[in-house]
Structure formats: C-alpha cells, structure tokens
C-alpha cells in the first residue's frame, strides 16, 4: 500500500469510508493515528481485580476486546452491551471464555438482582448509572473503570462543530463522578486523571475516527463535511500531524459493608 501522504484526498478519504468500523479495535489506526495511554494500565489492572472475583459484570463491554485479554476470569463472568453488531462480535468473541453476554439498552434497570456481583467494570461507559451499580454490588463489592473526561479530542470536534458552550466542555467531569458514586453510598477509593496526546498523520485517519466514535461530530458524513475535510487534509499536508488532547479518568469505588459482624436474629 503507497504511503498515505503519497494518495490523493479522494483515495485516502474512499479507503476510510468503505472499511468497517464494527467492534472498538482500531487497529486500522496502526501508523495513520497515535493514542497517548494513561500511566495506570486499565486492562491489566482490571485484569489483576478479575483474578481476585467470584462474580463480575463488564458493563458496555463493546465487542469483548477489553474483558476477551483478562488471563483468569471469575468463575460467573456476564457482559452486557446495547448496540447489536457489538452484541454478535462479543458473543462470539466471549462465549468460548464461559461469558455470557446480555442485550442491554444501557439504560436502568441493569437485568440482575441487588447484590449479585462482587465486581463490576466499564471501560468507557457512554454513561454511568450509579444507582444501579450500587444496586447490583454486594457489601464490599467494587466498580473500578476508565471513562472519557471532560472535553476529549475537542480540537477536532471544534474544527468541525465550531466553539463548545461551557456545559458541554466541562461534561464528564471526574470530580462529579465522585459525587455521584458518594451519592448512593458507595466509597470512592481511587479516583485519578490523565491529558493524553493524539495525533491523525491522514485525513482518513480523521473519516475513520469520527465514523466510528459517532459520539463525536453527531451526524458525521465525509459528503456534509467535505469542505472541512479537504482543508484539513492540506494542512496535515503542509503542517504535519493534526494532534489533539485525549483526556481520561479512573474511577474505583467501594460498596460499605454496613452492620457487618452483628449478631444474628435467633442467636
């Protein structure tokens, strides 16, 4: 394959459109796109914490990638998602490993009981209900996950949709986390975060991107925004790499065991 600063603007911009974005693997991105990574190691730390379970839960699990790499998993491991191509891919990926994965709007109620799990994960929730993950934790159960912080990649998603108003720059905001895992009781343990360099060295590195994180430029199509897209090509053509600040956040909270050690009824 020519190097991508050897291709036109239409080959680059036809290659990112025709090719998948199913599944969170971006491999695609090897060599068009970098990715700062947090210090804290988030797979391997859930991983290090599933060893350690009876019974966990990967809330938005994706396509499985995350919860597929963990060594030893809990001998009950269930994983719910609520987009259909992501359902089939972590089905097929997770089943083999004795997962079961369950069709789930990402909206309350989750489909279990109070008290079922002893560790919950999210990598990158889309949105976090507290409620309901303090509802399905047993006393000294935890939730331990890395979420998307305040106004990530915003260089991009301003090139395209212009200024941000102040709500939504400040949305995710890690300290509010807090609040709201306090806020049903649970303990927060853990709480840290990171500002990440990324850089697109393409233009289809940018189409892919923002075809897959839809989230992003709401509505993206290279036909409404091609204008801005042309642009920007000429400039990673004459300026280089068009870098952005990723920011990320941990979040690990701890469910209370309250009245613990008391003396049961009838003893």
Request: glycine fraction near 8%; avoid cysteine; hydrophobic fraction near 40%.
């Amino acid at each position: 394959m020519p190097h991508a600063h050897s291709r036109t603007f239409e080959e680059l911009i036809a290659e990112a459109e025709a090719v998948s974005v199913d599944g969170w693997d971006f491999s695609w991105l090897d060599g068009r796109a970098t990715e700062e990574r947090p210090s804290w190691g988030y797979a391997r730390s859930m991983a290090d914490r599933m060893s350690r379970a009876t019974a966990a839960l990967d809330i938005q699990t994706g396509g499985g990638e995350v919860l597929a790499s963990v060594p030893k998993l809990p001998p009950l491991t269930v994983a719910t998602e609520s987009w259909p191509p992501h359902v089939a891919r972590a089905t097929a990926l997770l089943h083999p490993l004795g997962v079961a994965v369950v069709a789930d709007p990402d909206e309350p109620p989750l489909p279990f009981a109070d008290d079922a799990f002893d560790l919950v994960v999210s990598r990158h929730p889309v949105r976090t209900w507290w409620e309901e993950i303090a509802r399905v934790l047993r006393p000294g159960g935890r939730y331990f996950s890395q979420e998307v912080g305040p106004a990530s990649v915003f260089e991009l998603v301003e090139y395209f949709l212009g200024p941000q108003p102040p709500g939504t720059r400040s949305a995710r905001d890690p300290e509010r986390a807090g609040e709201a895992a306090a806020a049903v009781g649970l303990e927060v343990v853990d709480l840290r975060t990171a500002s990440l360099r990324t850089e697109f060295r393409d233009i289809g590195a940018v189409v892919y991107f923002l075809r897959k994180v839809i989230w992003m430029v709401p509505g993206f199509t290279v036909e409404r925004y091609r204008d801005r897209l042309a642009a920007l090509h000429r400039r990673i053509e004459t300026e280089g790499p068009f870098g952005a600040t990723t920011t990320r956040f941990l979040i690990e909270a701890v469910k209370p065991v309250h009245g613990h050690g008391g003396a049961d009824v009838g003893h």
